[in-house]
């Protein structure tokens, strides 16, 4: 039983804001969008990212609209330093795109992240002290006049070393850590000091960044005191007012709406909430609340399972099946009467009119999603079951779309035949449906040559009893696979790849590689495809044939006659 709170816990005292304004307004643009999954997001990591994978998920960040991403935390280790300098020297920054970096208050580390920056275009330096009592009294040992001086010589510092590189435009944040636990005058008091040593204009903005570094109160008390210095700042207008909500209470994505409403205009968080301890606010999740309240984000989430699969495949953690928006399950409704009104909502939703279907707060369409491809779940139990024999019997791993997916081949099979399935009879089933299909198209074999800068691939394929010899080329052998594919008149698109070492095998044996592609067509529709072999990249083709030759199968002498 728990302990009389009372005897260990105080409330957090409420904000003295008799005529706050927040709670009467509505919110009708974005923020900016700062991420942080390179930085805040990588240091809670269990594996920190390598710089290929960082580097990926830059790349996708920049592709879905983000402007401002925090990258590394230079001084902190030499992979991040490098980091910064491969995204400079490699030319990877977009010309649209800031890059920013995060340092503490202190000389030495200031110096090595300024260095990291050198040759950027534009470049924002985060600097941070934290500021709330507890760490004045117990981990700096420092009185307020001294915290003062701690960020004012560092903003000072930052001005010494940008001025001397006056080929970078340089953007200044400053952060007051622990801002949520600190006295609101003495957090003006600090950040006006800050803004004053920078001399803040309006041509030269300060990013003033009031991050709740732990959630320790109701949304509504940090909304207060976002309002609060919002309304007693100096040089407002030389100040862009930013938060950085931490999701401690789970209320993360609150907090920050109502830090919106309360005057904040920059927002930085992580993709699907990653980030320390229980992670940041969930920019995904804010930002398609907007989209449900007819507030355009800035940020492209029309191919969500992408940007999870992204997300998933850089951090290596798993996105929840119930994740608003982008869960596996979200879409999915195993009550019959949610399944018969939303069936009833379909059916009278005109094309052209506002979204109104019950129980889905949003079309999943817009998200590149498929309402009916997901539904089907409800009437296929035991996928978690399938999924586990596999992996313990054979060494086949399959994502959790790849599950749902043979799951319905699995009840198809058991209503036709009845009865219980083995694990040797499901693995006669997964041969069948990915590995030997009956129909399409079947691999024989394959060289690689190197042209102009581009990997090409002869590929040899046996289709209807024929062989054929296709030809394609593109930046690495899936990629030329695909282009070989269009000369069958078969137009795919990757939208997942992982492969795996093959364990478990009951035939043994030299050691194998499974891989498992998940493919599109432009006109919709998506299957999965697995190849085993003991040269990865083979096993990589033979998957795109298996994921063709399912999409093909029941149109495939339709395509080869066009061809």
């Not at 003495?186 to 009031?210: H, Q, S």
């Not at 920059?266 to 989209?291: I, K, P, Q």
Request: net charge negative; hydrophobic share 40%; with cysteine.
């Amino acid at each position: 039983m728990l302990h009389d709170p009372a005897r260990k816990y105080r409330p957090f005292p409420p904000v003295s804001l008799p005529d706050r304004q927040w709670p009467n307004r509505v919110i009708q643009r974005p923020p900016i969008w700062m991420s942080t999954d390179l930085r805040d997001g990588n240091q809670a990591l269990f594996e920190p990212m390598d710089g290929t994978r960082k580097l990926r998920l830059f790349r996708m960040l920049c592709g879905m609209g983000f402007k401002e991403i925090e990258v590394a935390f230079p001084s902190a280790s030499q992979t991040d330093f490098d980091f910064v300098r491969n995204l400079i020297e490699g030319g990877h920054i977009p010309g649209d795109v800031t890059i920013e970096v995060l340092t503490q208050a202190r000389e030495p580390l200031i110096r090595r992240t300024m260095e990291s920056l050198r040759g950027a275009r534009r470049a924002i330096v985060h600097v941070y002290n934290a500021t709330s009592p507890t760490f004045r009294d117990t981990v700096f040992a420092m009185d307020k006049a001294q915290v003062v001086a701690m960020a004012v010589n560092a903003v000072r510092l930052i001005r010494e070393l940008a001025d001397a590189q006056p080929e970078t435009e340089w953007v200044l944040e400053y952060s007051p850590e622990t801002f949520t636990a600190t006295e609101l005058d003495f957090a003006r008091e600090v950040c006006d000091a800050v803004t004053a040593a920078w001399g803040a204009t309006p041509a030269d903005k300060v990013i003033l960044n009031l991050p709740a570094t732990v959630e320790v109160a109701t949304p509504n008390v940090y909304a207060d005191q976002i309002e609060w210095m919002h309304r007693h700042l100096a040089r407002r207008d030389s100040v862009i007012l930013s938060v950085h909500p931490h999701n401690d209470r789970g209320s993360a994505v609150a907090a920050a709406e109502m830090a919106m409403l309360a005057g904040a205009e920059r927002v930085e968080g992580c993709l699907f909430g990653n980030g320390e301890r229980t992670g940041n606010v969930d920019l995904v999740t804010l930002a398609l609340n907007l989209y449900t309240q007819g507030v355009a984000p800035g940020l492209d989430f029309s191919d969500i399972n992408t940007v999870a699969a992204t997300a998933e495949a850089c951090t290596r953690l798993p996105i929840h099946p119930r994740h608003p928006y982008a869960g596996d399950l979200v879409f999915t409704a195993f009550s019959g009467s949610h399944q018969d009104a939303i069936k009833k909502g379909f059916a009278v939703q005109a094309p052209d009119a506002i979204w109104n279907v019950p129980y889905l707060p949003i079309d999943p369409t817009d998200l590149g999603r498929g309402y009916e491809s997901v539904i089907r779940v409800n009437s296929q139990s035991g996928k978690g079951g399938v999924a586990y024999l596999l992996e313990q019997e054979y060494g086949v791993v399959m994502p959790r779309r790849m599950q749902i997916e043979f799951s319905a081949e699995v009840q198809r099979h058991a209503d036709q035949h009845g009865g219980e399935l083995s694990a040797a009879d499901l693995w006669a089933l997964f041969i069948d449906t990915y590995l030997e299909p009956r129909q399409g198209i079947r691999y024989v074999e394959h060289h690689l040559y190197e042209r102009d800068g581009a990997q090409g691939i002869r590929l040899t394929v046996e289709s209807d009893g024929m062989t054929r010899l296709l030809q394609g080329e593109g930046n690495g052998p899936i990629d030329a696979a695909i282009h070989a594919l269009r000369g069958m008149g078969l137009d795919l698109r990757v939208r997942h790849y992982e492969e795996r070492a093959l364990t478990g095998s009951p035939e043994g044996g030299e050691a194998r590689a499974c891989a498992i592609v998940e493919a599109a067509r432009p006109g919709g529709g998506e299957r999965h495809g697995v190849g085993i072999d003991t040269n990865i990249v083979t096993a990589s083709v033979k998957a795109l044939l298996s994921a063709a030759s399912r999409m093909a199968s029941g149109e495939w002498g339709e395509l080869e006659r066009a061809a």
